[in-house]
């Protein structure tokens, strides 16, 4: 099988729900939130998690750059969104079927960079704290 390496930027609280199930799947979209989208490129991933991230509290003021591998033929269903600049690609997909989309994640998800705000209190996680330290 052949896989596409995605990336998804996450806040320090996902991150936990993420550590929660050994790094096999990504938690549950809140209400207010209708779509997952995980990102193409490491780049852009960088970007949403140091302008964004570090700066709101939901996020616990930390970025985490996330890179996992999907099962191309099931992404081939979903199209790329560009969202801005050249390199801001996305997929849109359904928070309904984040389920069957965290089935088609081949392997773990692995923490690729992380940004700290000035408010950043460390995770109570001690596996993923000792993770997020390498990055500081």
Known sequence: MKTIT???PVGLKEMEL???????????RLEWQPIFYPVTNQL???QIAK???????????C?????FDVDEEYLQ??????????????????SERLNEFNKKINGKIT????????????SKNAQLLSNLELFK
């Open 6 to 8: 995605l990336y998804r």
């Open 18 to 28: 993420i550590a929660e199930t050994d790094y096999a799947k990504f938690p549950p």
């Open 44 to 46: 852009y991933a960088e």
């Open 51 to 61: 302008e964004w991230n570090i700066s709101d509290e939901f996020s616990g003021y």
């Open 63 to 67: 970025g985490i750059v996330t890179a």
């Open 77 to 94: 269903q979903f199209e790329v969104q560009n969202v801005g600049d050249k390199n801001h690609n996305e997929l849109w997909i359904p």
């Open 111 to 122: 923490i690729v960079n992380a940004f700290f705000g000035k408010h950043y209190q460390p």
